[in-house]
């Protein structure tokens, strides 16, 4: 992966980050950013189309709780709205539910470990020019 990272001269905390990664099959670029004007977008590109997901971490906060389906050409697109999704709390009630015992899809701890190796890689990364490895 390769990564730009800009930090506060007061706080030193992470204010702006660029980052490439590439996964063999596919390539992914984002870019995060705390102090800039508040947004949350993701848009899937692919070679029949694209999938933009409005509001994909605070849901209703800072958009939309839809998600739009589009062909490659725009000449058709799909929007799948999901009111009141409120994740943090379902989150929340789905790790309750496991903790009793109950059947629960939860996230598991090596899925989190992997999501903190990739954030440790772009935080090395920005720190040089060229690639890190994850």
Do not use: C
Not at 20 to 36: C, H, P, R, V, W
Not at 45 to 68: C, L, Q
Not at 72 to 90: E, G, L, V, W
């Amino acid at each position: 992966m390769q990564a730009k990272v800009e930090r506060d001269p007061g706080f030193g905390t992470d204010i702006y980050s660029s980052i490439k990664a590439d996964f063999g099959s596919f390539e992914l670029t984002f870019y995060i950013a705390t102090q800039m004007a508040a947004r949350q977008i993701m848009v899937f590109h692919g070679t029949e189309g694209y999938i933009e997901v409005k509001s994909p971490f605070n849901a209703n906060r800072w958009g939309a709780e839809e998600i739009e389906v589009a062909n490659q050409n725009h000449a058709t697109s799909q929007i799948f709205r999901f009111p009141d999704s409120r994740q943090y709390k379902r989150q929340v009630e789905t790790f309750a539910r496991a903790a009793k015992g109950e059947k629960a899809e939860v996230v598991m701890l090596e899925n989190s470990l992997r999501n903190q190796k990739f954030i440790d890689a772009i935080y090395r990364a920005g720190g040089h020019d060229g690639w890190e490895a994850v």
